[in-house]
């Protein structure tokens, strides 16, 4: 069974920019997570989607928004970029099943903001 | 709302020399328990979970981990590191019915020869 996957692997944008990553998950699952990973500020949440809706959503700046489509693919946007944007943004995705989110890591997008 | 520390930011470690990596985590209830290792410029991979029974519990690649509740802690743990082992690692803990993970700040670990 094929992984997650993300693409772009690697993108790099302009401040004022903005930038739209894709995440397709691993088949059958139907949620899909968003983090974004940073040397300051580690691995952090951004939101979650389950059947297209929105469930859970960290604390970050209405500049991320996201949104998942009927096949389960998702998409995350980032407007008016700034430098601090520049990380790693990971998508994971599971089932789920039942009350637990055992989560499925895709290799990342490296997102590079100048 | 749940949080993970992870006291080591680095270690080092001789190949063939035994392994353990600490976690604290601070949740009300039952808490979802799970370590990750990251190589470099990849995502993450489960190493293993914890929910819940047997408090002793086996990953991949060698890895074991122990849940003590009454220490709050989830460490990791590998009696015989091999050179492949270098990585990153993170410890996470989910809640039940939540849909996200919360991450420690992670542990590189380097091996030498």
């Known amino acids: 069974k094929a992984g997650v996957t993300q693409t772009p692997r690697y993108l790099i944008k302009t401040r004022g920019q903005q930038v739209t990553l894709s995440c397709s998950p691993i088949?059958?699952?139907?949620?899909v997570s968003w983090y974004q990973q940073t040397p300051g500020q580690g691995l952090q949440f951004l939101f979650e989607?389950?059947?297209?809706?929105?469930?859970n959503k960290g604390n970050f700046p209405g500049r991320f928004s996201g949104r998942q489509f009927s096949n389960s693919r998702s998409e995350m946007n980032v407007s008016t970029l700034e430098l601090g944007d520049s990380a790693l943004y990971l998508c994971?995705?599971?089932?789920?099943?039942?009350?637990?989110?055992?989560?499925?890591f895709g290799p990342g997008t490296r997102l590079t903001v100048l | 709302a749940q949080s993970v520390t992870q006291p080591d930011i680095h270690i080092t470690v001789s190949e063939g020399a035994s392994l353990e990596l600490r976690c604290n985590y601070s949740?009300?209830?039952?808490?979802?328990l799970f370590w990750y290792v990251q190589s470099p410029g990849q995502g993450l991979q489960l190493l293993l979970k914890?929910?819940?029974?047997?408090?002793l519990v086996q990953g991949i690649k060698g890895f074991e981990a122990e849940f003590k509740r009454s220490q709050s802690s989830f460490n990791l743990r590998k009696p015989s590191v091999h050179w492949s082992d270098a990585a990153e690692y993170f410890c996470?803990?989910?809640?039940?019915?939540?849909?996200?993970?919360?991450f420690g700040a992670g542990t590189t670990v380097t091996v030498r020869a």
């Open positions: 994971a995705s599971s089932i789920p099943a039942g009350t637990y989110n055992e989560q499925f």
């Open positions: 088949s059958g699952h139907r949620s």
């Open positions: 989607y389950f059947s297209e809706t929105q469930r």
């Open positions: 949740y009300g209830a039952t808490p979802y």
């Open positions: 914890y929910f819940s029974g047997d408090t």
């Open positions: 996470a803990v989910g809640a039940r019915n939540d849909y996200k993970l919360s």
